[in-house]
């Protein structure tokens, strides 16, 4: 309570800088951005927004002309405006339509405006902007982009409550691991909203950072309390128990989290300060939920002991209208619902303080024997038929997986907002005035070189002028009227920013048209802007996608080959596990890129996958996985040691960890399922993905892949070379239960 009080304190006294633009180490296009920084002052480089005007009766209409004047005027005048490109001055000669009747201003923003500044600002200026009949006015542009604070964290909590008082049938129970994820969550985000301050963290990282937190602080949490559960039904006392747990479940926890946050950290050897930001805030997160588990959550075992397998009626009434509660702020229907809710939940405690028949617990029904559960009877019913189960899940996998061949990354812009949304319409009334190429235009920063002379400039219009793909280029505009250093050029493809041609198209400025056009002279021009930044940013993480992969895999190889002194059980496991991965990228490649079921999860059309969203799910999902790795294994491992029966081993195991493994996949798949009501693309699309990867990894792969190739593999599944036996660390994956049984309390 103390760290959560220092934390959130420190966080709303300093505050966060986030960033909501991504720079790359080395490439073309930051050299270009830093010649308009030393020349030009920073214009087209910072944070650009448009105003995009229609008058069916000519923009030239002296109202029209003189309304649009002053309102340039009013928004130059603003705080983080640095400049204002009116298409009524010569240097915005060419954002005029040839029918004159639709046109746009340039607004650039300084660098250190973030997302709610820049749509505070779009908001006041729509708020007064002169539109009538003959006059409409929209405000486009990434930096003028609606930006809404995300509410999806409280429709998964909602879901989860039900999740865990179905699986425990305990609203202490359930209170336990939703204490422990939202202490981990809050101090985790205000960490990082501490850390933006001095480095790199994008905008939605404390979003993803929730996201992961929620999911495996609330996992966590449920293997440490079905572990005490367990205990005290064997008859240990609530301490004893608690001690069990944190030795038992608690070191498996530590281990599993661990490994998440070493995947995360991985990023750090992208050498991008934008993914590093993202890996260091999502590792924080889960540390910080690591920890809590350990501290908090024996904490409240404490308190509750015994009553942890007691429910009362009134604790059921009352947690679902809490859930209810959390439902209607995360979907916002207003404030007043959620008071309603809240009043009920504490009036059912209230009364059932008073009322006797509230008062009854709900008594648990005895457990049945082990190899009469349905899990037990499950598994026997795979390990007889494996190679019926292996085809069928691999094919299964290998279908959704097929997509991911067509992946394309990329970034989505402004085309892919909802169609209701002043973004989105003018970014439509751009496309239909100037063609789909002006929603992205490349800037083409020129060095003149010691003469200074603009007749390279205006030949390098002229060539790119000539070249397939290019709609149109702006003639040379240079830093100072005499003797200038440099000329800026702006050149409008004939496709969109998300379309491949336009990547072929910068790639042949860069390599062709260019070079051969300043050749012999000591002049240098680079390609520019943020469509080019987005093209080698992709490039860059393309590059070291593989070399990343192989590192992910090699150490959970490793560490599970340390773990469970076995070469064949890692083997499997990063063989399913690429499965499974690369069937949720199949799937979000389908959805979100070819716009398969779009309007189903609140985008308007489909675009590229951006670029490190195939990394930051590598990274996640190989380490929730371990999650569920762990704790099965573990307990195969266990009966096996104990019994020598490799079949029944793997039938027991299962059935003692089937319940937890699905109760804790539901609640992964609600909670990442509820990002789907983000208004943020990229939320949705993580979201999409660590669900489906999930769920995946939950049914087909502990259900059906691992029963049916451990059946398989028999008595080899952990075969060890002696001599690599003697070189590994000896690390238990999990403890031993120290204190005898002893009475319940």
């Known amino acids: 309570m103390a ?21 790359l180490p080395d490439s073309e296009s930051t050299r270009g951005f830093a010649v308009i920084d030393q020349y030009f002052g920073g214009i087209g480089s910072g944070n650009q927004g448009t105003i995009v005007f229609e008058a069916p009766g000519g923009i030239d209409d002296p109202l029209v002309s003189a309304s649009m004047t002053a309102l340039f005027a009013q928004t130059a005048a603003k705080d983080g405006v640095v400049a204002v490109t009116s298409p009524y001055t010569p240097a915005g000669g060419g954002q005029i339509t040839a029918d004159r009747t639709i046109a746009y201003a340039t607004v650039d923003l300084d660098a250190d405006v973030d997302d709610e500044e820049s749509e505070a600002l779009a908001r006041a200026l729509s708020a007064t902007a002169p539109r009538s009949e003959n006059l409409t006015i929209e405000f486009g542009g990434e930096a003028f982009a609606e930006f809404e604070p995300p509410t999806a964290e409280l429709i998964g909590l909602s879901f989860a409550v039900i999740v865990l008082i179905l699986a425990f049938g305990s609203v202490l129970a359930m209170g336990m691991p939703i204490g422990v994820a939202l202490f981990g969550v809050v101090i985790g985000s205000g960490l990082t909203g501490l850390m933006s301050n001095v480095g790199s963290f994008p905008d939605f990282s404390v979003t993803l950072g929730a996201m992961i937190g929620l999911g495996v602080g609330i996992d966590y949490a449920l293997f440490i309390v079905s572990r005490y559960r367990e205990l005290t039904h064997k008859g240990y006392s ?3 128990a608690t001690v069990g747990a944190i030795s038992t479940a608690g070191r498996a926890v530590i281990l599993a989290g661990l490994t998440v946050v070493i995947s995360l950290l991985g ?30 959550l024996p904490a409240f075992l404490g308190f509750a002991q015994g009553r942890v397998a007691v429910t009362r009626v009134r604790g059921l009434v009352a947690a679902a209208f809490v859930s209810l509660a959390l439902l209607a702020a995360g979907l916002e229907v207003g404030a007043a619902y959620i008071l309603i809710f809240l009043a009920l939940a504490a009036t059912t405690l209230a009364v059932g303080s008073f009322w006797g028949p ?21 598994s026997h019913r795979i390990q007889g038929h494996p190679w019926a189960a292996v085809g069928l899940a691999t094919t299964i996998l290998l279908v959704l997986a097929i997509p991911m061949l067509s992946l394309q990354m990329g970034f989505s812009d402004a085309g892919n907002y909802p169609d209701d949304t ?26 003149l070189g010691p003469e200074g002379d603009m007749a390279v400039a205006q030949f390098l219009v002229e060539a790119m002028a000539s070249t397939n793909g290019v709609q149109q280029v702006s003639a040379p505009i240079p830093n100072i009227a005499e003797f200038p250093d440099a000329a ?26 260019i070079p051969l056009s300043v050749a012999g002279t000591l002049a240098t021009a680079h390609v520019t802007g943020s469509v080019a930044a987005s093209i080698d940013f992709t490039a860059l993480l393309a590059s070291r996608l593989l070399v990343f992969i192989a590192a992910v895999l090699a150490l959970s190889f490793l560490l599970l080959m340390v773990m469970f002194r076995s070469l064949l059980v890692p083997l499997k496991a990063v063989a399913m596990n690429l499965l499974s991965i690369g069937a949720s990228y199949g799937v979000i490649v389908a959805i979100f890129q070819w716009g398969w079921a779009s309007g189903l999860v609140g985008i308007s059309a489909g675009a590229p996958i951006e670029p490190f969203v195939p990394m930051m799910l590598f990274a996640i999902v190989f380490g929730l996985s371990m999650d569920y790795e762990v704790f099965l294994i573990s307990r195969i491992r266990e009966e096996y040691d104990r019994t020598g029966d490799a079949k029944n ?7 003692m960890t089937a319940k937890v493994i699905t109760a804790a996949a539901a609640i992964m798949v609600v909670v990442f399922g509820s990002f789907l009501f983000d208004p943020n693309r990229v939320i949705k699309l993580f979201g999409t993905g660590l669900a489906l990867a999930v769920f995946l990894d939950a049914t087909l792969v502990r259900l059906l892949l691992v029963p049916a190739t451990m059946e398989l593999l028999g008595d080899r599944n952990w075969w060890l070379p002696r001599w690599l036996d003697k070189l590994l660390p000896n690390i238990a994956d999990e403890g031993e239960v120290a204190a005898p049984p002893s009475p319940a309390d």
């Open 267 to 296: 990023m750090l050897l992208i050498g991008v300060a934008f993914i590093a930001g993202l890996g260091i805030a999502a590792a924080t997160t889960v540390l910080v939920t690591i920890f809590a588990s350990l501290t908090l």
């Open 488 to 513: 800026l050029i702006q050149v409008i493809p004939s496709t969109s920013p998300q379309d491949r041609d336009t990547v072929d198209l910068v790639k042949l400025l860069r390599s062709e048209v």
């Open 649 to 655: 081993s793997v039938a027991s195991g299962l059935a």
């Open 358 to 378: 509230l008062k009854r617990p709900v008594e648990s029904k005895p457990e049945r024997p082990m190899n009469e559960t349905f899990w037990y009877r499950w």
């Open 422 to 447: 002043e973004t989105k319409k003018a970014y439509d009334l751009l496309s239909d005035g100037f063609g789909p190429g002006f929603n992205g235009p490349l800037l083409i920063a020129v060095e």
């Open 3 to 23: 760290f959560l009080i220092i934390v959130v304190g420190a966080a709303s006294i300093i505050g966060s800088t986030y960033d909501t633009s991504p720079s």
């Open 238 to 240: 609530p301490l004893d």
